[in-house]
């Protein structure tokens, strides 16, 4: 299955500022997903990410608050934007592993301050 | 629309004890089933998957799961828990041409000693 790198782990942002979360896979995906988990919560998707084309976003998430870029096969970044205390969570990108199920990355744990 | 139900938020059991975690989903076609587990402070790891086939599914850690088609069921069963094993396990579906996971809200698992 995939290898994924996703960095920062952990970072406390001030409120109103944005936050970029990269994520490296070690062999090319045809589509990439980030996930939000609040405290305390399960796991939502907020959006998919294809190469090449503009991201899908799920209901409840928009692309100015949640702007993604995915400029080739092996990386994504996922931008939190003009954060609040609300945003505070962990975020987490993920793949299909082509028949193996879907790994994920370790996550970014946020607090917003 | 696809859903997952974990009935039970909170588990504590006795090491060496059994465990079976409960899962229901909605899934309007031949669903693709998951169970993760997340330690503290961790990402999610893939403890076993159903795709097709054998609905008795072995998964790594000896943890075990069965799909129940009639009942909507995919439980994750383990015969002795390990204080290890103390961690959140999240259920979810999804997969085939839809790529999107949906997960339950998790069951804590409290090992005892």
């Known amino acids: 299955s995939a290898v994924i790198s996703q960095k920062p782990s952990r970072d406390i942002c001030q409120r109103g500022t944005s936050l970029t979360i990269q994520c490296q896979v070690d062999s090319q995906v045809t589509m990439m997903f980030w996930y939000r988990q609040q405290p305390g919560q399960s796991l939502t998707l907020i959006a998919t990410?294809?190469?090449?084309?503009?991201?899908?976003?799920e209901s409840g998430f928009v692309i100015d608050k949640f702007p993604i870029s995915r400029p080739n096969l092996t990386f994504s970044t996922l931008t939190v934007s003009n954060m609040s205390p609300e945003d505070s969570s962990i975020y987490l990108c993920?793949?299909?592993?082509?028949?193996?199920?879907?790994?994920f990355g370790s996550g970014t744990r946020l607090t917003v301050v | 629309a696809q859903s997952v139900t974990q009935p039970d938020i909170h588990i504590t059991v006795s090491e060496g004890a059994s465990l079976e975690l409960r899962c229901n989903y909605s899934y309007g076609a031949t669903p693709y089933l998951f169970w993760y587990v997340q330690s503290p402070g961790q990402g999610l790891q893939l403890l076993l998957k159903?795709?097709?086939?054998?609905?008795l599914v072995q998964g790594i850690k000896g943890f075990e799961a069965e799909f129940k088609r009639s009942q909507s069921s995919f439980n994750l069963r383990k015969p002795s828990v390990h204080w290890s094993d103390a961690a959140e396990y999240f259920c979810a579906v999804g997969g085939g041409s839809n790529y999107k996971l949906t997960f339950g809200k998790g069951t804590l698992l409290t090992v005892n000693p």
């Open positions: 990410a294809n190469q090449g084309s503009e991201a899908t976003y």
């Open positions: 159903y795709f097709s086939g054998d609905t």
């Open positions: 993920s793949v299909e592993g082509q028949g193996d199920g879907y790994t």
